[in-house]
Every structure is written in structure tokens, then in C-alpha cells.
């Protein structure tokens, strides 16, 4: 096989379409594949697709996957056409996507790669610079997005995830059946969610059951503004409504601590995450140390045991049931003397409804958790993110399900 046709052969390059030649630039590195269209074929307009006459030709050069240690460029004069209908256009060529300077083989090796490495890393890796290697990933998930099927999900978690600082936030919204993510917007305000809303078609938007979310005002209104009943639907699930105890017991920790503190006493500095903790994942070592601790800090324990307490009236199943329940956590909150305690305890109260609307419907965030956690190493990888475009960007990437894929003549 000589190597015209090896070349042609690596590359798929088919008719109209044939290698013209192979250099070898040894002292750059480099292979250079020269492509010609054969003489008298037709031009399609890539609108229309109706065959047009020849305008003339522009030279285009595309980075492909290396030949051994060399680097692999094509090169070609592609043809612009002339079409009656849409003007002077360029035709589009099999081996890679419309502006791309990168062959679609090329670029999916780069979307593998970013799904294991930094965009630095698979830049120093693969000689490319950053910016085409971000060019890369955010061609692949305006891609993926255009290809994906109409949202019809019928169990969304909603959440919050900050993107680098403390209080930038975005809005991100799994469907809690694939435990993918549907959407990604700026902020945390009204206008971040109702663009959500917005996607969904009449019919999407009667299919939603259940709707898990923290307490958070914003979000509960475009809720209600958007779904029919939404009072049967809206949950605030177990991990927030734990999540704002598991802070209620701190602030109680750090008063106490505090005044321990002033009078000589440390026990308490250094404890916050055994406070956290699940007492069914203690060892003995650190159960004995979890009980000393609770007989020297009394109101750090009176608010863990209050919040312990409200873990298990998830176990309900009926609404009436778990109302009379919680009521009766609430009164005993809300005696406890313990500002941050009972501060949540009006929170639930004001929220009742729908924390019994995510025991019936057992619905649980879990899902959007675990969405949340891989948000975090996606966030690690990158050491962060300049900007919420760049995070949402990645969200989509890693987390949102969608096929990435460069659409060419190998693998349509
Ligand atoms: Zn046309």
C-alpha cells in the first residue's frame, strides 16, 4: 500500500474526496496530508444542498491525531460555491465539523480525554492551547444540547452550587429519575429558574410530580407561578431541612464554646464535624468520646438531640401522621431556649407542607447529592473557574448526560 492510500485509507478520505499527497517534515515533526477534491465533482450548498457552481477555493489546515510521535495536519483548497438561494458559501467537508481547525476524530479523542483530565492538563498533554481545547468542549456541549430530546422529567431536585468565591452561585436542576443535569443558570434568583420552567411544553409541565428544594423564597415562587398545584408538589426534602439544623447546632457549638472558652475550658474547640456526624457511623472510640462530650457541652447537645430527632420523622408515610409528628418537634424546638434551633423550627413550620409533601411522595435529593458531589471534583479538577459561563459550561460537560460526540461521516 503506498502511502496516498494508507493515508486515505486511516482518514476514511472517500469520493469526491482523495489524498493528493504525504510530506513528511521531519524537522517540525510534522505529517502534512494533502486533500483534493477529484475534478468535476458536484458542490453542494450546505444550506440547501442543491448543486451550485464553483466560486473559488480557500486553503484550510486541521490538526489531526498524531502519527506516532509526529503531528498529523491536514490540509486541503476547499471550495466555496455560489448558491443561488444563500450566496457565497464554503462547503463542508466530511472529516470535521464546520469551523473547526480540528479533524472531529481529533476532537473526540480531546472530549475523552476531558472527561479524565483539566483543560490544562489535556492542553499540555495533547500540544494544544487552552483556548482550543476550551474551544473544544464548549462546541461539544452546544452540541450535545442541540441533540438532546425535549426535557419531560417527572422528578426535578433543584439547587444551588457556588462556582468559586463563597456566595457566586449557580442554579442547577437534575432530573432526579436519570440523575442527570437538565439546566444550568446563572444566580440564584427567579429569572435563573423560570428559564427552566420556560423550556417545558404545557404537557411537560402536568407530567411534574415532584419538585425537591431547600426553603429558599425565589425559587418557591416561580414554582407556584408555574405548576398547577404546586402546593401538593413543592418538597423540601431531608438533606436541607438537615442541612439547616446541622448549622443551627453549630452556632449553638461556637456561643458555647465560646463561654467554655473564657473559663478555661477547650473541650468543645475542634469538635464541629463530631457534632455532624451520623451517630450509626461512630466507632466505640469515637461513641465514648461523643458521650463525654455531650455531658460537658448541654446545649450544644439539647440542639443535636433536637436535630437528631427530626432524622427520623422521615421514616413516616402518611401525611397525617408526620404532621402531628412534626408539630409536636416543632413545640419542643421552639422551648429550647436556643435561638439558632428554634429559628429553624419556625422555618419548618412556615414550610410544613412541604416537608410532608417529600415524606409521602418519598422524595429525596439524594440524586441532585450525588450530581452536587460530582460538581465538587469537577470543580477541584479545574481549581476552580474564572467565570459562571465556564462552570455552567462543565456542569453541562460532565454531569448533564448529553452525546458530545463531532458528527462526521465515521461515526453518523
Ligand atoms: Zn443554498
Known amino acids: 500500500m503506498r502511502d496516498k492510500e494508507l493515508y486515505a485509507a486511516i482518514l476514511g478520505i472517500r469520493s469526491p474526496w482523495q489524498v493528493a499527497s504525504v510530506e513528511l517534515a521531519a524537522k517540525e515533526e510534522e505529517v502534512r496530508v494533502l486533500i483534493e477534491m477529484q475534478a468535476g465533482a458536484r458542490l453542494r450548498c450546505p444550506e440547501c444542498d442543491e448543486t451550485c457552481p464553483g466560486y473559488d477555493t480557500r486553503r484550510r489546515s486541521w490538526r489531526h491525531l498524531d502519527t506516532c510521535q509526529f503531528k498529523t495536519i491536514l490540509v486541503a483548497d476547499v471550495p466555496r460555491l455560489e448558491c443561488p438561494s444563500h ?23 480531546v472530549i475523552d480525554w476531558l472527561k479524565e483530565a483539566s483543560i490544562k492538563a489535556v492542553a499540555r498533554l495533547m500540544d494544544l492551547k487552552w483556548d482550543q481545547v476550551d474551544g473544544i468542549m464548549q462546541r461539544a456541549v452546544r452540541r450535545g444540547l442541540a441533540r438532546r430530546k425535549a426535557l419531560q422529567p417527572q422528578r426535578i431536585g433543584i439547587d444551588e452550587t457556588s462556582y468559586q468565591k463563597r456566595h457566586e452561585y449557580v442554579t442547577v436542576v437534575t432530573d432526579l429519575d436519570s440523575g442527570e443535569v437538565a439546566w444550568v443558570a446563572d444566580d440564584r434568583r427567579k429569572e435563573s429558574l423560570q428559564g427552566f420552567f420556560d423550556e417545558l411544553e404545557p404537557a411537560d409541565l402536568l407530567r411534574l410530580e415532584a419538585v425537591c428544594m431547600d426553603m429558599w423564597d425565589p425559587y418557591i415562587a416561580v414554582v407556584e407561578e408555574n ?3 404546586a402546593e401538593r408538589k413543592i418538597c423540601f426534602d431531608k438533606f436541607h431541612v438537615a442541612k439547616h439544623l446541622g448549622d443551627a447546632v453549630d452556632k449553638v457549638r461556637r456561643v458555647e464554646q465560646r463561654e467554655q472558652i473564657s473559663e ?41 438531640a433536637i436535630k437528631e430527632h427530626a432524622m427520623c420523622l422521615w421514616n413516616y408515610t402518611t401525611r397525617g401522621w408526620a404532621r402531628k409528628a412534626w408539630r409536636s418537634w416543632i413545640a419542643w424546638a421552639q422551648r429550647s431556649r436556643l435561638e439558632p434551633v428554634r ?23 439524594a440524586g441532585a447529592e450525588s450530581v452536587n458531589a460530582k460538581i465538587q471534583r469537577v470543580k477541584r479538577m479545574a481549581c ?25 461521516h465515521t461515526n453518523s
Open 264 to 304: 478555661g475550658d477547650r473541650s468543645l474547640v475542634g469538635t464541629r464535624y463530631a457534632w455532624l456526624k451520623n451517630p450509626e457511623h461512630m466507632d466505640r472510640s469515637s461513641r465514648s468520646f461523643f458521650e463525654r462530650l455531650k455531658s460537658v457541652a448541654l446545649r450544644t447537645a439539647r440542639a443535636w
Open 227 to 229: 405548576l398547577h398545584q
Open 384 to 408: 476552580g473557574f474564572r467565570n459562571r459561563e465556564r462552570f455552567r459550561n462543565a456542569i453541562y460537560f460532565h454531569c448533564g448526560g448529553l452525546d458530545l460526540r463531532p458528527a462526521t
Open 87 to 109: 450566496g457565497v458559501r464554503q462547503i463542508d467537508v466530511p472529516w470535521a465539523e464546520p469551523g473547526s481547525g480540528f479533524t472531529a476524530l481529533m476532537e473526540a479523542l
Open 343 to 365: 429559628r429553624v423550627a419556625r422555618m419548618v413550620r412556615d414550610h410544613l407542607e412541604g416537608i410532608l409533601n417529600a415524606i409521602v411522595l418519598g422524595a429525596t435529593n
